[in-house]
C-alpha cells in the first residue's frame, strides 16, 4: 500500500498553481540534491503541460548528512518567503545548485534586490529553522526518506520523475 502524505497541503505551504486544481502534485526536495536538480526543469516543464489542472507544492527535505548547503538553501528560501519572493528564489537556488555556497547564496539574495546582510543575520539566528523542519518532520511522518520524493493528490508517487511517468500518474488522477 503506497504512502500516504500525513500533513495536508494548507496555507503554510508555498504553492504555484490554483487551490482548485484537479491534481495536486508535492515535492519533498533538497536544494543541492542532484536528483531534485535534474527533476526541476522537469517540473516545470509538466507544470506547463497541465496548466490550470496542476497545483504544485514544495516542501524542504534537507539532507544534512550528504549536501553541506542544503540546510542554508533552504532557510534562505524562507527568509526569501517572508519577503515575499520564495519561487523567485527556489527558482534562483536550483539555478545556482551546483556552484552553492553561503557565498554564492546571498549574491542570489542581491541578485533578487535582498539584503545580504540581513540573510547572513537569519542564518546567524536561524530565524527560520523551524520552518524548515516542520516541512522535514512532515516529510519522515509520510515515509521520506530521499528526495525528491512526490505525492499526488495525497499519495506517495512510486514511479518515475521522468516527464513522461509523471505526466502519465497525473493524468491517472485527473480521470
Not at 540546510?71 to 527568509?79: F, I, P, T, V
Not at 518567503?81 to 545548485?97: E, I, K, N
Not at 556552484?99 to 549574491?107: I, K, Y
Request: proline share 6%; aromatic share 10%; net charge negative.
Amino acid at each position: 500500500m503506497p504512502s500516504l502524505l500525513t500533513v495536508p497541503v494548507g496555507p503554510r505551504d508555498h504553492t504555484r498553481g490554483p487551490e482548485s486544481a484537479a491534481v495536486t502534485l508535492v515535492e519533498y526536495g533538497d536544494y543541492e540534491c542532484p536528483q531534485c536538480g535534474a527533476a526541476f526543469p522537469i517540473l516545470a516543464r509538466v507544470a506547463d503541460t497541465f496548466g490550470d489542472r496542476l497545483r504544485f507544492v514544495f516542501r524542504h527535505f534537507p539532507l544534512t548528512n550528504t549536501h553541506p548547503n542544503a540546510q542554508h538553501a533552504a532557510e534562505e528560501a524562507e527568509w526569501a518567503s517572508s519577503r515575499g519572493v520564495f519561487w523567485q528564489m527556489h527558482d534562483a537556488l536550483y539555478g545556482a545548485q551546483k556552484s552553492l555556497s553561503d557565498r554564492r547564496m546571498l549574491e542570489l539574495a542581491t541578485a533578487l534586490g535582498l539584503p545580504d546582510a540581513e540573510l547572513q543575520a537569519s542564518w546567524t539566528a536561524h530565524s527560520f529553522i523551524a520552518r524548515v523542519k516542520e516541512d522535514f518532520a512532515s516529510g519522515l511522518k509520510s515515509g521520506v526518506t530521499g528526495t525528491p520524493s512526490f505525492f499526488i493528490n495525497g499519495v506517495r508517487h512510486e514511479g518515475g520523475w521522468d516527464e513522461l511517468a509523471l505526466s502519465h500518474a497525473i493524468e491517472a488522477a485527473l480521470k
